[in-house]
């Protein structure tokens, strides 16, 4: 919303930290990125923003297991072939 210029100070007051460093991973999601080499080092190499988004719709469904899991072992399987997937950067728009 910045970077198209429609963010209010009604919508930063209750924002959280939306900066990189306000970012965590959840240590599960993070241990399974982790635990093949080459899916970790092609999500390394993949843009912040695509990160945070993938990682962040996985970790909302944290309390629903099945959703989580299928979730996870659908961005480690895309990770592994080097594949970015979804509307992550709002068709080019958000693109950093």
């Known amino acids: 919303m910045e970077r198209l ?5 009604a919508g930063r007051a209750v ?3 939306m900066s990189p460093k306000g970012f965590t991973i959840d240590a599960d999601i993070e241990k ?3 635990a093949e080499s080459i899916v970790w080092e092609n999500f390394q190499k993949f843009p912040p923003l695509y990160q945070r988004v993938r990682i962040d719709t996985i970790q909302i469904k944290k309390k629903q297991p099945e959703l989580f899991q299928s979730r996870l072992q659908k961005l480690i ?3 592994r072939e080097g594949i970015m997937y ?3 950067n709002d068709n ?3 693109t950093e």
């Open 86 to 88: 979804g509307e992550w």
């Open 5 to 9: 210029g429609r963010m209010t100070d």
């Open 92 to 94: 080019g728009r958000l």
């Open 77 to 79: 399987d895309n990770t």
């Open 32 to 34: 399974a990125l982790k």
């Open 15 to 17: 924002l959280p930290d």
